[in-house]
């Protein structure tokens, strides 16, 4: 569902960023998949782009199922080249 319509969403996403993306590997939802599976996403650019077009994949995938990523999220430092920190902001 992250595709939109004719696939616009990561069309866009690839202009943005200047990536070449694409999914492979559908995995069906299984009995305990409250999700209804997944697909791999194949992202192809500089270390940078590739960053920058997976964390707004994610976050339109968090605006339509809320709590997919953040809600078991907390504080995490990585120390990877390809790492990323998190910290989560409370009200």
């Known amino acids: 569902f992250v595709t939109g319509s004719q696939g616009n969403f990561l ?3 690839e202009e943005e960023w200047g990536t070449l ?5 559908y995995q069906g939802g299984g009995p305990l998949d ?4 997944s697909e791999k996403l194949a992202i ?18 968090e605006t339509k199922l809320p709590g997919y990523y953040t809600s ?3 504080e995490t430092q990585s120390w990877d080249e390809w790492g990323t920190d998190t910290y ?3 009200n």
């Open 72 to 74: 078991n999220l907390g």
């Open 44 to 61: 192809f650019g500089t270390l940078w782009a590739r960053c920058g077009a997976e964390l707004k994949v994610m976050a339109a995938i």
């Open 88 to 90: 989560p902001m409370h």
């Open 21 to 25: 993306m694409f999914f492979c590997d």
């Open 11 to 13: 069309r866009t996403c």
């Open 34 to 37: 409250s999700y209804g599976g």
